[in-house]
């Protein structure tokens, strides 16, 4: 049994400061005497940890310079020591499965997932995937259902990098049309401006840009099967009760089509007419936490923050940069987009609820003890001193100007 003492507590609906006690995992009391070991939490936050639906930023521990590629053991353990440090208690990693050879193809997908799974015991934090499936990528099906089967439920994430590559050359990404419909604008193959577009593609698949470019057309050639293939995988979702997304909707249309497939959250729209639509069907959304932690799209798609004030935003996820959550929090409470504990929830309880989790993301009795310890001085950068997942703890911080945290043990 552990008891927090003295900290600034983020509750459901206030803060307060509180005592907060933690029994086999769970929150078992708020407000009671201390209990078991004590911890000295004056001058600290105590909040939900952090829940991360999308974040790749794994494969810079995989790749870490083009083409280098580091053992898969020693990445996974670095990328789960990075989130326990960054107050991430539950990471969906976004293992895209594509057709390209290289750093997403669906082989190394796989040994990265099997990987995962088979170090958890020795894992500090909850590591789940998201099953980001380009939706060409037909041979990811086999790693679709053995991961769906697997120990921790994962998400399906359905992303069309391949339309988005085809587009027209005068047609700016956000504003690309229903990926499947047939007025779609497609860009030809032939022209050398295609060599200029998919450069980065290729030299992350390991192939010259001809090669690339061969390797696209033929794949262009399966187009008129990826319906039918996203309603199979569809299904595969819905029988798992997995959470299912759609990514980098750009038209209503977008949005509707998948939803009727089951894939009820939203995420990164890219027009403020997706994600209208979204919240106007009660479709979670989500946003990237360096879109805001930096003040806009580095693609001049919709701002996050602008989305958080206008309420058209429920989860922010770290997408490429596990500290980009704490610091758009940060940005976002500094410019007064909305109250702390609204911002909060965004990386914890909102993120939580459009996963399908309802077991962790707020401090309440009953709830998962997954909390951070956050040092916040007014006018600096918040950081997280001490993670705990069912509460276990997964990470401690004790910066060098802090007195030493007291822990005894009540007789």
Known sequence: ????????????????????????????????????????????????????????????????????????????????????????????????????????????????????????????????????WETFAFEALELLAETLAGPLKPSIAFNDHTSMTMRAYDVPVQERGFELSPDFSIAALDDERMKKRTAKHAQRAGLSKDDYVALLAGVWERRGEVPATIARVAEMGRKAGAAMLSHDDTTPETRGWFRGHGATVAEFPMVLAAAEAARLAGDAIIFGAPNAARGGSHIGSLSAGDMVEAGLCDALASDYFYPAMLAAVARLDHERRADRLTLWRLVSGGAARAMGLTDRGEIAIGQRADLVLVDWPDGHAPAITGTWVAGRAAYRGQPAGRITLKEEAYA
């Open 1 to 132: 049994m552990i008891t927090f003492e003295g900290a600034q507590v983020y509750l459901p609906d206030t803060i307060v400061e509180t005592t907060v006690t933690v029994s086999d995992g769970k929150i078992v009391e708020i407000g009671g005497p201390a209990q078991g070991t004590r911890i000295d939490a004056r001058g600290r936050i105590l909040a939900p940890a952090l829940v991360d639906v999308h974040g790749d930023a794994f494969e810079r521990q995989v790749m870490p310079r083009p083409g280098v590629y580091f053992p898969l053991e020693a990445a996974v353990i670095d990328t789960d020591r990075q989130l326990a440090a960054n107050g991430i208690s539950t990471a969906y990693h976004a293992v895209t499965l594509s057709w390209e050879p290289g750093l997403r193809s669906v082989d190394r997908g796989r040994d990265l997932i099997r990987m995962f799974n088979a170090q958890a015991p020795r894992l500090l934090v909850e590591n789940r995937v998201q099953l980001r």
